[in-house]
């Protein structure tokens, strides 16, 4: 049995009172959104807060508008993206990502704003405290080395979900409230390559909105690397976005997932598909920076050389769909089956 | 200090004193003595511990005892009506759906609530659904059979009297 350890619990009704909570001692202080990666890391002992600040009593966090693009509380379910028109209409990259986040009964808890600031993971870091114990912990809790690469002076676990990439691609940012404050950041700016602080938001402040400018002529798209059709995490993944002008590419965002500890946005890449035609020859090229560029770490599954080489395939595929080929056998053959429209 | 509790468990009120630091899953099994929903990996990883909270289908592992106060829970005890089975359990009966039994009361959830959704889905749409449960024994045909053939039953009326 794995029990949870003690905790002193929290339900705010509102941004403020939560962000008051949460100012009293943000250091031994987490938030709790769905749960599903907070859970399971208390029962391992990977994050042990002494207090907990229960989110879902505060029914503005889960409100989507509809502005100048979306804006999405940061409570908002994964299920309710999936099953938002909106999002499939015009976000078909973010729409292909949260689909393939975890199971769908995860996803009726998952919220977008816990995908966001989802811990980082490793093969040396998600097991229960016995396993870990047992290699004398590692750098990211309780322990000094990292196993990964002992010579490291920084913890390289792996930046796993699935949202960022596809959010990053969009151009989304995000809102940041604490008690003394409120600032908006880019989302990629929420991030750093560090496995440990892997979030440049302060421990005193609540993620509470995810705002996506207008899909305008954009195109974007999501391909996911992991074992099952189901309940895996991405190993290797790729968010393409692309606006055209007729067949040739004004403006374009590759972002990689799962091959850092932040995802990993590749602009040179990126930058190489402007003003051109996507012929095979280019996109193979791209997809080839993109590979040099990713550096994943030996702390996943999958041997490291194939996940490596993988990206350099959903790269190819990604570029293919936002080229209007048709990927859907493909993308069936790498998810297992179909992505569905579930109204 | 425990934690008093007040919930709807399978259309009936429920009161439990509980220890605060439980999970849903452990207040159903131990404070309730409601077994059918099953202990798996205790992490989210096997859908075992799938209950209808608010009508939704949820793992009750990851959801914690303060967060259930005054809301809806139907475990897979709450299917059964007055004695009688609902058309889902009499189908895996049948279909050889359920082999050693864990997975099932989960998966019975899972199937539910697509139904309730859903009163006739595609193949597609159920191997969907029931993505988040694992089954060790039966691999997983006999299981789609069984949902298929109770979407069959409950179009005959077979529908249980609420
Ligand atoms: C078996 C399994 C498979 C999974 N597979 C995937 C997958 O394939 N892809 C994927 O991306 N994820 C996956 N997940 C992880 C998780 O389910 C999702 O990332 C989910 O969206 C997390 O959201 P949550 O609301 O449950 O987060 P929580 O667990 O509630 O929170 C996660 C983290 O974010 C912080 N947080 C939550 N809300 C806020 C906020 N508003 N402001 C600031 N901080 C906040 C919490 O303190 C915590 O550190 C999986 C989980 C499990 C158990
Ligand atoms: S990358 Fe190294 S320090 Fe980080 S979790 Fe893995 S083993 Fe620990
Ligand atoms: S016991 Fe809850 S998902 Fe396995
Ligand atoms: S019947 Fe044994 S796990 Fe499904």
Redesign the pocket.
């Known amino acids: 049995m794995m029990r949870l350890p003690s905790y002193r619990y929290r339900a705010p009704k509102t941004v403020q009172d939560a962000a008051a909570w949460l100012a009293e001692s943000p250091g031994d202080t987490?938030?709790?959104?769905?749960?599903?990666?907070?859970?399971?890391n208390m029962k391992r002992r990977q994050?042990v807060p002494s207090t907990v600040v229960g989110?879902r009593g505060i029914t503005e966090?889960s409100r989507t508008d509809d502005r100048d693009g979306l804006e999405i509380g940061?409570?908002v379910t994964?299920t309710s993206l999936v099953h938002d028109e909106r999002v499939h209409a015009r976000y078909l990259g973010l729409w292909q990502a949260v689909g393939?986040?975890?199971?769908p009964l995860?996803r009726n808890?998952?919220?977008?704003?816990?995908?966001i600031?989802?811990?980082t993971r490793c093969t040396y870091y998600d097991q229960s405290f016995e396993w870990r114990q047992a290699i004398n912990f590692c750098m990211k809790k309780d322990g000094d080395t990292c196993w990964v690469a002992t010579s490291s002076d920084k913890c390289l676990a792996v930046s796993?979900?699935?949202?960022a990439p596809a959010l990053i691609a969009l151009g989304a940012t995000v809102r940041l409230v604490s008690a003394t404050g409120t600032r908006e950041v880019a989302l990629t700016d929420l991030y750093a390559n560090d496995g440990m602080h892997y979030l440049t938001?302060r421990s005193d402040?609540?993620?509470?909105t995810v705002t996506l400018p207008k899909a305008d002529g954009w195109r974007t798209t999501y391909w996911k690397l992991?074992r099952r059709g189901s309940?895996?995490?991405?190993v290797a993944a790729v968010a393409a976005a692309a606006r055209f002008d007729g067949d040739r590419i004004v403006e374009a965002r590759i972002v990689l997932g799962a091959v850092a500890s932040r995802p990993l946005e590749v602009p040179a890449a990126a930058a190489r598909l402007a003003g051109q035609p996507l012929t095979d020859d280019l996109i193979a090229s791209v997809a080839d920076d993109a590979y040099t560029l990713a550096k994943p770490m030996d702390n996943t599954d999958f041997e490291l050389v194939w996940r490596k080489k993988t990206v350099r395939s959903l790269v190819t595929s990604a570029l293919r769909e936002l080229r209007g080929d048709d990927m859907r056998a493909a993308r069936t053959k790498l998810a297992r089956h179909p992505l569905l429209v579930i109204s | 200090m425990k934690l008093r509790l007040n919930l709807s468990v399978n259309g009936e009120p429920a009161e439990a004193l509980v220890d605060p630091d439980k999970t849903l899953l452990e207040v159903l099994r131990e404070d309730l003595q409601l077994t059918g929903t099953k202990h798996g990996c205790e992490?989210?990883?096997c859908g075992a511990c799938a209950v209808l909270l608010d009508d939704q289908p949820v793992l009750s592992c990851l959801v914690v005892s303060h967060e259930c106060e005054g809301r809806s829970v139907v475990t897979v005890e709450g299917l059964t009506v007055d004695g009688r089975l609902h058309p889902l359990q009499e189908c895996f009966a049948d279909l050889g759906a359920s082999q050693c039994g864990y997975c099932t009361p989960g998966i019975l959830i899972a199937a539910k609530a697509l139904l309730d959704r859903d009163p006739n889905p595609s193949r597609d749409l159920i191997r969907e659904a029931l993505s988040g449960n694992l089954c060790r024994c039966t691999g997983y045909q006999q299981i789609l059979d069984a949902v298929q053939a109770s979407i069959v039953r409950l179009g005959e009326g077979g529908e249980q009297k609420k």
């Open positions: 987490m938030l709790l959104a769905g749960g599903t990666d907070l859970i399971p994050q989110l966090l940061a409570g994964l393939q986040i975890a199971t995860l808890m998952g919220t977008i704003g816990g995908n600031c989802l811990d796993s979900t699935d949202a938001r402040e609540i993620l509470t992991r309940f895996d995490f991405p | 992490l989210g990883e």
